[in-house]
């Protein structure tokens, strides 16, 4: 080998000495050659060895796997391979954001989020707090014990003491929750109670579109309106007379099936069996749709959080404006008034009420009003029915076209006005009164029996005392305080077959006729006639056509007498007898005429009626009278004819 390598060397030197024609002789690279050739001897003796051995090794592994496979050989112990585990990958105050189409942004925070494994798209949160803000910068708060996040879809679901508050007082309790981030919308099938501007809502789903201002509420639904406080709602006596559902000031409560808010057009939608109650009156209908000014949750003022959470937030600026009740409304008071009707209206901003179609009002067991529409005036203090009206009280009744009553005075008046007679001429109203038979008549005193000094009648003007008075009359004024019902115009009263006609005719009556205020309903009792009064040239005609005419005439209901005065004149055909005084028992048909001294009249004369001739006529302080022969034996033999009597 030093053999070779000197021969080498000096092969390499004789080359240079060649070349350059001098001897040069590199004493350092010899002893470079010689390391190189050792390792690289080393390395080919490892790889004359370790190649075989590697190569039967391989074999020899292959092998022993397939006599494994085939159950034959020895069991190789399992290569343990290192696990994840989520708690390695447990992340610490993560915060995930985005932004909207529209301009919106939000961004969720947690104290803690770990991967799940099973979706790589999920991350379940921990400690969780975000925001959602609109287009508006109007905001949106969250927070929510834990949760889990879709990176991927961008949706949050919420479990487990969920709050979400936003601008000017959304406060909404939740249990659990899916918030759909880009789009703003929240939604939660558990129950939930929500806190707005107008009030507290509670239900059992819920869906809430922040960027439309829409709000949806499901199954079991509880809604508290405390509507603006107004000057009025701090009137005991304004609340008294108050509409009968809508009162300023005043609380209402609601359960639907279904509650639809619309925040940009005002309204509030309740459906499915709808009851609301205020002060003690409720109100049923299908459908009742609420309309306000502000907003259920309105706008704060800046980003400061602290303003903006919570119910403490100003709720002065909402305001219930109408309440429209739709389809077979029921309405009911605390003192037992009960008012139906297809629709109603309560505007409590101007303090009236309307309720149209098929409208029935009701008080206690004997008190009806029908009519097609009832305006209620809370200024005013009136309600109008118009009509066709008809008002029942037991068996009596009164019909007209149009009835006003005023709750503060306790005044009705009842008419027929051209316009809504559908006629250039106003109609009629009419009245049917029912005595109670248990005071229609009485025994008569000997006053009442006294002829003397009188021309006493057959029994012409007879009538049964149990039977109605039927009138008819331009217009009826009713003043319940007073206990008085007033006729007025072209007055005809008719029992049974005698008639009396006046321009007025006043009812007296105990008990009660009016529509309101009692507290039972009819604390005043069912109305009963006393007696009757009439004005303004009285005529009383009887079946056979006697008539007899005065300036006045009284009505005793409870002794069944009728009293005329004035210039009386009592006829038939051309028999006239004259009087300042008639006096007619409806029980027997007697009438007594006769003449009173008066301090103007004494001695008076009275002449014939037709100024004929021919007759007899009577002078002095008795009554006058003119009889043709003819007419008054005709009479006689009449049952019911005349009977002349003089007194001893």
């Known amino acids: ?54 190569a039967i090794a391989t074999v020899a592994l292959a092998a022993l796997n397939i006599l494994e496979n085939i159950g034959i050989g020895p069991t190789l112990p399992p290569i343990e391979v290192p696990k994840i585990v989520a708690d390695n990958l447990k992340m610490h105050n993560p915060h995930y954001q985005g932004f909207n189409s529209d301009g919106g942004h939000y961004w969720v925070k947690a104290e803690t989020a770990q991967q799940d494994l099973k979706s790589l798209t999920s991350v379940h949160l921990d400690g969780i707090t975000g925001e959602l803000t609109d287009a508006k910068k109007q905001k949106t708060y969250l927070s929510a ?41 929240i939604t939660s099938n558990e129950p939930s109670t929500i806190l707005m501007g107008a009030g507290q809502i509670t239900s059992n789903q819920l869906k809430i579109r922040q960027k439309t201002k829409e709000y949806t509420f499901l199954d079991n639904v509880r809604t508290h309106m405390q509507p603006k406080q107004t000057a009025a709602s701090a009137d005991d006596q304004q609340e008294k007379n108050a509409v009968p559902f809508g009162k300023p000031g ?18 509030a939608t309740y459906t499915g069996g709808v009851v609301a109650s205020q002060a003690g009156a409720t109100m049923t209908a299908p459908e009742m749709v609420v309309s306000y000014q502000g907003s259920v949750a309105p706008a704060g003022k800046g980003d ?39 629709h109603a209206t309560f505007d409590t901003l101007a303090h009236t009420a309307v309720l149209e179609g098929n409208v029935v009002l009701t008080q206690g067991t004997d008190r009806r009003a029908v009519g097609d529409r009832v305006d209620y005036d809370e200024t005013a203090q009136t309600m109008t029915l118009t009509g066709p009206v008809v008002v029942t009280q037991g068996a009596n009744m009164l019909k007209g076209r149009r009835l006003v009553y005023n709750r503060a005075t306790q005044k009705m008046q009842l008419s027929s006005p051209a316009n809504l007679m559908g006629s250039s001429s106003p109609g009629r109203i009419t009245a049917h009164f029912v005595k109670d038979p248990s005071k229609a008549s009485a025994a008569k005193s000997d006053d009442d029996n006294e002829n003397s000094d009188g021309i006493a009648f057959g029994a012409a003007f007879k009538a049964d005392p149990n039977t109605p008075y039927d009138v008819a009359a331009d217009r009826l004024d009713v003043d319940d305080n007073a206990k008085k019902a007033i006729f007025v115009g072209n007055v005809s009263a008719v029992q049974g077959t005698m008639t009396m006609r006046s321009q007025e005719l006043t009812a007296f009556y105990s008990g009660s006729a009016g529509m309101g205020d009692s507290k039972d309903g009819q604390a005043s009792g069912t109305a009963a006639l006393t007696h009757l009064t009439a004005r303004k040239k009285v005529i009383v005609t009887s079946k056979d056509g006697q008539t007899a005419t005065g300036d006045w005439a009284e009505v005793d209901i409870k002794k069944n007498l009728t009293t005329m005065g004035g210039a009386v004149v009592l006829t038939q055909g051309k028999n006239v007898v004259h009087g300042t005084k008639l006096v007619i ?23 014939s009626s037709d100024g004929s001739g021919g007759g007899t006529v009577y002078k002095a302080e008795r009554p ?7 007419q008054l034996r005709k009479s006689k033999i009449q049952a019911d004819g005349w009977q002349v009597r003089t007194s001893p």
């Open 585 to 607: 028992d409806m029980t027997t048909g007697e009438a007594t005429i006769k003449t009173e001294p008066t301090a103007t009249s004494s001695g008076a004369a009275v002449s």
């Open 624 to 630: 006058s009278a003119v009889f043709y022969p003819g």
């Open 145 to 185: 014990t834990r949760g889990i996040f879709d990176n991927k879809t961008n949706v949050l679901e919420l479990f487990d003491a969920i709050n979400v508050t936003g601008n000017g007082g959304l406060n909404a309790k939740l249990t659990r929750a899916t918030i759909q981030t880009k789009e703003n919308i």
């Open 250 to 267: 005043q609380p209402v409560d609601v359960t639907s099936n279904r509650l639809d808010i619309d925040d940009i057009k005002k309204t």
């Open 1 to 54: 080998m030093a053999s070779m390598a000197a021969a080498e060397t000096s092969g390499v030197a004789h080359e240079l000495t060649r070349a350059s024609g001098s001897r040069i002789v590199i004493a350092g690279d010899r002893s470079q050659s010689r390391t190189a050739a050792h390792r690289h001897s080393r390395r080919v003796r490892l790889l004359k060895i370790g190649l075989p051995v590697t």
């Open 304 to 342: 400061d959080k602290t303003k903006t959470q919570g119910a403490s937030a100003d709720q002065s600026g909402t305001q219930v404006k109408l309440i429209v009740a739709n389809d077979s409304v029921v309405l009911k008071q605390p003192n037992g008034e009960t008012a139906t009707s297809d």
